[in-house]
């Protein structure tokens, strides 16, 4: 039943299988408006499989997400309306400008031509990528690009962000102002962030984590709990302990 405030996010007992391969089975959490919750787990943990099937690419086998209170499964034009998504693998057209891609972004989402602009404006200034704005992507840095897809995700005010392994392949500096700004973005516009990562260290920036190993979730709560549930003095060895039955690839 659709609340007047749903959670931008919740997941019920999600499941996909691959013939007899359970990418995901049974998997239930829920990200609230203005949280920051990490996805963690090593490579084959099913995060990407999720990720699939919360962005429409996917259907189900069983259970259900809720976007906005919209199930993806009988509502996926509403639901996807409310979501946005940053995927591991780069998605710009490299040889159009960064102003370009933006362009051709709120064009997609139908947005009026004098309103795109004023957005178009306001995240290129939100993210110092004003004075790149005529240059093509294909000259940008990995960071600077990661940049321009996350302002191209949020051009349609999004209620819930995904960022599916969305700093692979960057450096350091870049991996933490990108984080930053997500976070604090957040916090602006009461937006539910999943980030799915296998880096712990991106991790600890969350307010809550999930981690999932194997299709399964094996936790769900903030570093201080996950550290008591794993009986261990650092979330990597935490992570470590608690998963140890990896997915196979």
């Known amino acids: 039943m659709t609340t007047l405030f749903p959670d931008p996010l919740v997941i019920d007992q999600l499941s996909k299988h691959f013939g007899t391969r359970k990418a995901v089975d049974g998997v239930s959490f829920s990200v609230a408006a203005g949280e920051f919750v990490a996805l963690l787990g090593p490579n084959g943990a099913g995060k990407s499989t999720l990720f699939q099937m919360l962005s429409g690419l996917f ?3 069983g259970g259900s997400a809720r976007v906005m209170g919209h199930d993806i499964g009988h509502e996926p034009i509403k639901a996807l309306a409310d979501l946005s998504i940053v995927f591991q693998q780069p998605a710009l057209d490299l040889d159009l400008t960064v102003h370009a891609n933006l362009r051709f972004q709120t064009d997609l989402h139908g947005i009026p031509r004098s309103e795109a602009q004023q957005r178009i404006t306001h995240w290129l200034q939100r993210f110092n990528l004003t004075d790149r704005a005529n240059d093509t992507c294909r000259n940008l840095s990995g960071g ?20 599916d392994e969305a700093t692979v392949g960057i450096d350091p500096a870049s991996r933490a102002a990108i984080i ?8 602006e516009r009461a937006m539910g962030v999943l980030w799915a ?6 991790a600890e920036a969350a307010d809550r984590i999930v981690v999932m190993a194997a299709g399964t979730v094996r936790f769900n709560g903030d570093a201080k709990a996950l550290l008591k549930q794993a009986g261990k003095d650092s979330l990597l060895d935490a992570f470590l302990q608690l998963t140890k039955v990896e997915a196979k690839a």
């Open 180 to 187: 930053a700004d997500v976070k604090a973005l957040c916090r």
């Open 144 to 163: 600077t690009r990661r940049k321009v897809e996350l302002a191209r995700a949020l051009l349609s005010q999004p209620q819930l962000l995904l960022m």
């Open 197 to 202: 990562t296998h880096l712990v260290d991106e």
């Open 59 to 61: 259907v189900a086998d």
